[in-house]
């Protein structure tokens, strides 16, 4: 009878700063159908040898940010990397590689176009009375 090998899976996984609420809740992890608690940052999971489904998300009233990756540990252990999206209705990134943050680039528009508005209320009189 043989045992199987013991191996482990290593994730990382991270926020923008400009979610900072995201501290607040704890990534999860699905593994092969068993839900795990993750941490921000590196956590190293215990995990058979073998391929292994990874789905990862944050609960918050609902499940977002969710992304899937196939994992082979078998012959080495491969750091997946996971990043929150900045919009909570969009899907996260995850990859062997560090991965951008999805929506970036849209929070800053539409923080750019808010900040004109408020600029825009603020100033607009002074600007169009010449006073």
Request: hydrophobic share 50%; with cysteine.
């Amino acid at each position: 009878m043989t045992t199987p090998q013991s191996g482990q899976l290593r994730i990382t996984t991270k926020y923008h700063w400009l979610a900072f609420t995201l501290a607040m809740f704890a990534p999860r992890a699905v593994i092969n159908g068993h839900e795990v608690r993750l941490a921000w940052g590196e956590n190293v999971l215990p995990a058979p040898a073998g391929i292994h489904q990874i789905t990862i998300f944050i609960q918050y009233l609902w499940k977002f940010g969710e992304a899937t990756i196939t994992v082979d540990n078998t012959q080495v252990v491969p750091t997946v990397y996971y990043s929150a999206p900045v919009i909570n209705f969009i899907k996260g990134a995850i990859g062997f590689e560090p991965q951008k943050f999805p929506g970036l680039v849209a929070s800053l528009i539409i923080s750019g176009a808010f900040l004109l508005i408020a600029l825009f209320c603020c100033c607009g009189s002074v600007l169009f009375n010449g006073n």
